[in-house]
Structure formats: C-alpha cells, structure tokens
C-alpha cells in the first residue's frame, strides 16, 4: 500500500514481478511520490503491467499519464466510466461488469459493481483471503460522498447492503486506515449511517 497524500488515493500493489494496481492517484502524485514510495517497497514502477480503477474521480485516475508513460499498463474500469478515462488520453483495454473476475496471481479479485459515490464505482473481493478492495464506496468509519455528480445515497446504501453478504475481514479503501481484522463489522456499521442519513433526508429507512 502507497498511502495517498494531499488530493490523492490510496495505491494498492499486488504481486510479484509483474505488478496490479488498485488505483493510479491523483494528478502528478506517481511522480511526485507514489514511484518513489514503490521503490522504497522493493518493486519498480516499471513493472507494473495492469491497473484495476475503482472509479474515475480524478484522486483516483489522475495518476494514469504517468504509469502509462512509465510502463504503458493495461487499464480496467467499469463500463460506466470507461469515457473518463479516455478523455485523459489513456484508453482503457479492459472494460469491467458486475461479476467479472480478475486474476492476479493466487488472487481471484471479484468485481462488484457499487454505484452510489459515482455510476461506475466498484469494489474488488478476494474471497480466499476475505479482502475487499473498496474505492470510495465505504470507508474504514464511513461512507462515500453521494453529493457529486453521479451520486446517490440510496444507491450507495443499497451497494453497500450488498457488501453486508460478504466475509471480509480485511477492508483496504480508497482513502484513510485500513481494516485488518474483523472488518464485516465496519461495513455493518456503515450501513446503518447510510440508513441514518436517508432517513435524515426523508428518503426512508427501507433496507435492500
């Protein structure tokens, strides 16, 4: 993991030699930071072959530039936000749906399409080790912003509720801690605040 600084998401690299990412950061933050953080981590950024983007805000993807120029990476992302990734000139070459699976190595990371921060938001499970990978869809103590375009808390409390069927015992997000431990706890959690606010809001407290 690559902390994210600033406007910037946190970066998540998995395996060995040939690298995935989770995320690419925020404009310039590779090489204002991210490359060098890699290096000090004993994996080059020239390795890195894929790049998984969990949404298309630009924290998340205003990083691309720089890997694509590093080491021209495969990019996936969602359908529904394939458009904003190739207006910052980096055309993605593997466009993702809810159920796909994407293999890293030992990992299978299953994609789950969870709008409500943003129309194409995902997040990615990897059931053997009970991780979830979860953008800005929720948070270690909260959720994600459903005020932007594209927003929608009951989209993001129905997304959520779908997270709640899952065993997930180590929560990475897009920014903030991590979840080590337990982490079906903090989803449960979150879940109830997403209810709260819709009922704040005289939407209703309706489960999904």
Do not use: W
Request: glycine residues 12%.
């Amino acid at each position: 993991m690559v902390p994210g600084r600033f406007f910037s998401s946190n970066v998540y690299i998995i395996g060995e030699g040939e690298l995935t990412l989770v995320d690419a950061g925020g404009p310039r933050a590779p090489k204002k930071y991210i490359f060098r953080e890699m290096q000090g981590l004993g994996v080059n950024p020239r390795d890195v072959a894929r790049i998984v983007i969990t949404h298309t805000h630009p924290d998340h993807i205003g990083g691309l530039p720089d890997f694509h120029k590093s080491s021209e990476p495969e990019v996936l992302v969602h359908r529904a936000e394939a458009r904003f990734v190739e207006s910052i000139g980096v055309p993605p070459e593997k466009i993702l749906s809810d159920g796909d699976v994407v293999n890293v190595g030992s990992c299978s990371l299953h994609v789950i399409h969870t709008p409500g921060h943003s129309p194409g938001s995902i997040c990615l499970y990897e059931p053997g080790r009970k991780i979830l990978f979860s953008g800005d869809t929720v948070f270690a103590y909260g959720i994600g912003r459903f005020d932007l375009p594209g927003g929608s808390i009951r989209q993001l409390a129905s997304s959520i509720s779908r997270l709640l069927r899952l065993e997930v015992d180590l929560l990475l997000p897009g920014h903030g801690n991590i979840v080590l431990k337990g982490a079906s706890r903090n989803l449960e959690a979150n879940y109830r605040y997403a209810l709260s606010l819709m009922e704040g809001r005289g939407i209703g407290g309706e489960t999904f």
